[in-house]
């Protein structure tokens, strides 16, 4: 009769050693979006610096209106507002490409030219900031600029 009860004191030994783990907990855990996942949706800009120092938007229509697209399929869209005529915020530019980010670093295809891609490093990507910067000639002065923009999400 000893060996009954101690045959199936090990199963069930057995039993609850197999049953338990310890991942069981993991699904209080959230696990942190990835970058690709975070920059997905609209972004309006809120401010940007040229070589440290803030740079005006040229009138309210750029910083009001003007905003970047990430779509899933790695489109990327942009679109730029000014008030040329004095009677309010017009579309004057609207630029598609593609996208893609490796290592804090998000690519922007938007031409055949090799001019026409950035390579933009990310300096904080959150739910609601986006925060980048570019080395380029922002000003056609032939000089390398340091460029950064800060957006934040607007849907």
Known sequence: MKKPRFILGMICAATLFVSCSDDDNDNDVEEPLDQRELILGEWNYISQTLNGEDIEFNDECQKENEYQIYTSDGVYHQTE?????????????????????????????IGSDPEDNYALTILELSENTLKYQIMTDYDGDGVIDDYMAILSRRN
């Open 81 to 109: 507002f000014e008030n040329i005529t004095g009677n309010g915020c017009e579309q004057v530019a609207s630029t598609v490409g593609s996208w893609s980010i490796e290592d804090s670093i998000l690519n922007l295809n």
